[in-house]
C-alpha cells in the first residue's frame, strides 16, 4: 500500500488538478508526482524514494505539516512490519480482515482514524 501517495492523488483530485498543474505548483517533475502517486518508480518498477525537499514542497503547497507525509510513508512500513506477527487476537484478526477488503482510499482513511483515536488514549 502507498499510503503517501494514494493521500497526494487524494489531495490532487480533490482541486481537480492535472498531475502536470499539481507538480508546477509543488516545484516537482510531473513524471516524479506520478512515481509517487503509484509508489514505484515507472523507469525501474522499484519502490520509489521520496526527498525531504520534495516533500517539503509537496506539503508546503497542501498547507500540511511535512511530518505529517512523513507519518504517510512510516504507516506504510508498519503495516508490512504488522502483517508479518503471527501472535494476532481475535480482533486483530477481525480488523486485518475488515481492512484487506478497503480500496486504498478507505485503507488511508482508518489509518488517520485509528491514529487520532490512539493519539486521544495518550492525553487522558
Given at each position: 500500500?502507498?499510503?503517501?501517495?494514494?493521500?497526494?492523488?487524494?489531495?490532487?483530485?480533490?482541486?481537480?488538478?492535472?498531475?502536470?498543474?499539481?507538480?508546477?505548483?509543488?516545484?516537482?517533475?510531473?513524471?516524479?508526482?506520478?512515481?509517487?502517486?503509484?509508489?514505484?518508480?515507472?523507469?525501474?518498477?522499484?519502490?520509489?524514494?521520496?526527498?525531504?525537499?520534495?516533500?517539503?514542497?509537496?506539503?508546503?503547497?497542501?498547507?500540511?505539516?511535512?511530518?505529517?507525509?512523513?507519518?504517510?510513508?512510516?504507516?506504510?512500513?508498519?503495516?508490512?512490519?504488522?502483517?508479518?506477527?503471527?501472535?494476532?487476537?481475535?480482533?486483530?484478526?477481525?480488523?486485518?480482515?475488515?481492512?484487506?477488503v478497503?480500496?486504498?482510499?478507505?485503507?488511508?482513511?482508518?489509518?488517520?482514524?485509528?491514529?487520532?483515536?490512539?493519539?486521544?488514549?495518550?492525553?487522558i
Amino acid at each position: 500500500m502507498n499510503c503517501l501517495g494514494v493521500f497526494i492523488k487524494n489531495e490532487r483530485k480533490k482541486r481537480n488538478m492535472s498531475l502536470r498543474a499539481f507538480s508546477e505548483r509543488c516545484n516537482i517533475s510531473h513524471t516524479h508526482l506520478d512515481s509517487i502517486e503509484k509508489g514505484k518508480d515507472f523507469r525501474t518498477g522499484k519502490q520509489v524514494s521520496v526527498t525531504i525537499d520534495t516533500l517539503i514542497k509537496i506539503a508546503t503547497y497542501l498547507n500540511v505539516k511535512p511530518e505529517f507525509l512523513t507519518a504517510l510513508i512510516y504507516k506504510d512500513d508498519s503495516l508490512k512490519n504488522y502483517k508479518n506477527e503471527q501472535n494476532y487476537n481475535d480482533n486483530e484478526k477481525q480488523l486485518l480482515d475488515y481492512y484487506n477488503v478497503c480500496d486504498e482510499i478507505d485503507k488511508v482513511r482508518i489509518l488517520t482514524y485509528a491514529e487520532a483515536v490512539a493519539e486521544n488514549k495518550h492525553k487522558i
